[in-house]
């Protein structure tokens, strides 16, 4: 039996990123599954129902100097003590590289980093330099690494951070996909639920519902989105259209105070702020069209849940993002500036138009994404160690 020990900053994080690739390692190789994450709500009944090992570590995104050194002596005294042979490390800010300290202090097992994403991207000069002298620190210890999407996998070469025989895409992409069938199911939904959702946010079916999902920071393309619906607003007075925004502001990255102020004023913009991960899949059929304007994505799963829900995608071309739709098929490419947003997202005004798109998506889930699919590449992955 080989003990696999995953790192991951958030407990939310492991149930989106990693899910039941826990329960489903140990059923098909006996791997036995190890978790370490900073604590979360819901971590307890998920840790028991995937029937795995786990471990509490504060891992900030902040930087903490005497919090991260901690936690690089916690993961490492985890690792002697478990004797674990393979550590999934997910790059995401500081946590690969703590784990990198920790397997170094643990007995250097063998390490798979998990590339969810181009940090640097909007990025530039001293700092940008030191990030991607991190990863290629971290890169220098892993024995493969996973990258999100063919993107993520490009940027990561042409930035000379990863060698590619080391570089391992899953499919044709993303870290574990979606449950579409099970979960992100528009027929596991039942109408009472949404009609609730919609009398507890003032939405009428009448309206039309412009989605955001994710961190409320301005790589996320925010800023610009809220000028976009400005645009509309002006643009189609008699139309009802609302802005329904899932997530919460982050001090990191933080849009302009005035720039949430004027979202926060206006009464057509809704904000449910963080929803379980349990709930999520309801709040996709609120909106009529999912809008994701970023600057940078690993693989943006927002966009596979939405269509897996039947919701076609207005998203950019940047990193990761350009890998998520068949164009023009499952949704539409934009440039992050309001009035390409704008005009995008008012072709999904024609319903007849919005609702073909919708179906075209989940079908590209199903056969591209689900996470039978994905999670079938991971275990490749960590057999060929």
């Not at 990123?17 to 059923?27: H, P, T």
């Not at 190890?34 to 891992?59: M, N, P, R, W």
């Not at 998203?315 to 998520?324: I, L, Y």
């Not at 068949?326 to 005004?349: C, H, K, W």
């Amino acid at each position: 039996m080989k003990r696999v020990l995953e790192i991951i900053t958030l407990a939310s994080s492991a149930e989106a990123f990693i899910g039941n690739q826990f329960s489903y390692f140990q059923k098909e190789r006996d791997y036995e599954m190890h978790l370490i994450c900073s604590y979360g709500e819901g971590l307890d009944t998920f840790a028991h129902k995937q029937g795995i090992k786990y471990e509490v570590v504060e891992i900030s995104r902040q930087l903490a100097p005497l919090k991260d050194l901690k936690a690089v002596f916690k993961i490492a005294h985890y690792i002697r003590k478990n004797k674990i042979d393979i550590i999934v490390a997910h790059y995401f800010p500081k946590a690969s590289l703590i784990a990198t300290c920790a397997n170094f202090l643990g007995g250097r097992k063998t390490k798979v980093m998990v590339a969810h994403g181009v940090l640097h991207d909007t990025m530039s000069g001293l700092v940008r330099k030191l990030v991607i002298l991190e990863q290629r620190f971290d890169v220098a210890f892993a024995k493969k690494v996973v990258c999100v999407s063919p993107s993520v996998a490009r940027r990561r070469i042409e930035d000379h951070i990863d060698e590619v025989d080391k570089q391992v895409v899953l499919g044709d992409g993303s870290c574990n996909g979606v449950d579409a069938i099970e979960k992100f199911n528009p027929t596991k939904v039942s109408i009472k639920e949404i009609d609730k959702l919609k009398r507890q946010f003032n939405i009428d079916d009448n309206d039309f519902v412009i989605g955001f999902s994710g961190r409320l920071v301005r790589d996320k393309g925010v800023v610009e989105l809220s000028q976009a619906f400005r645009i509309l607003k002006e643009k189609y007075p008699a139309k009802s259209i609302k802005l329904l925004i899932i997530g919460e502001p982050e001090k990191r990255d933080a849009v302009p105070q005035e720039v949430l102020e004027t979202l926060l004023d206006n009464l057509d913009v809704v904000f449910t702020g963080r929803i379980s991960y349990a709930d999520i899949q309801k709040y996709y059929l609120l909106m009529n069209v999912l809008v994701l304007p970023s600057y940078r994505e690993g693989f943006p799963t927002v966009v596979l849940e939405a269509c897996a829900m039947g919701i076609p995608v207005v998203v950019s071309k940047s990193t990761g993002c350009v890998d998520s739709i068949q164009e023009n098929v499952t949704g539409v490419y934009t440039d992050i500036a309001p009035m390409s947003i704008a005009e995008n997202v008012s072709r999904f005004l024609d319903e007849n138009y919005a609702n073909n798109m919708g179906r075209q998506a989940r079908k590209y889930v199903i056969e591209k994404y689900d996470h039978r699919i994905i999670r079938k590449y991971m275990l490749q992955v960590l057999d060929s160690l």
